[in-house]
């Protein structure tokens, strides 16, 4: 007796299983649309955690240039100071005005980091709800 050939894909063999199983057909085209909204999704999702993170390096360059240039204005000063007593008052005004500094930027870091992200997980957010209303109205429908 001769054997037949095994040359049943895994596709075919799940499509003939559904079949016996008297399961609906898949809609590919739905479900292709489906995948394009999520990739879409996470295109702009991505794509906004880029421009936040622009944001970020550039704000970043700025804080930089000007502590630069506050270090600068400081050793001018202290070089023209001969009094030790003044230049400790002006290392310890110097010193006062960086950690606020440190601080405000260090805050503001942050609240560009939270929004940053904020942005990009709201892309995603809206797209797993709007699958989600998807899947649901699809249900209701059959």
Do not use: C, Y
Not at 15 to 31: C, I, L, T, W, Y
Not at 125 to 139: A, D, K, N, Y
């Amino acid at each position: 007796m001769a054997r037949k050939p095994q040359s049943d894909s895994i596709i075919d063999m799940f499509a003939k299983f559904g079949e016996q199983m008297k399961m609906p057909a898949p809609d590919v085209e739905r479900v292709i649309e489906t995948h394009r909204k999520n990739l879409e999704a996470f295109q702009q999702s991505a794509q906004a955690a880029g421009e936040g993170t622009s944001k970020i390096m550039a704000r970043q360059r700025e804080m930089l240039g000007e502590t630069l240039e506050e270090f600068g204005a400081m050793a001018r000063d202290l070089q023209a100071s001969a009094d030790p007593q003044e230049a400790m008052r002006k290392q310890a005004e110097f010193t006062r005005k960086a950690f606020e500094a440190a601080v405000r930027n260090t805050g503001e870091m942050a609240s560009l980091v939270r929004k940053s992200n904020e942005e990009s997980i709201e892309i995603l957010r809206r797209r797993i709800q709007e699958s989600m209303e998807e899947m649901r109205s699809g249900l209701e429908r059959k």
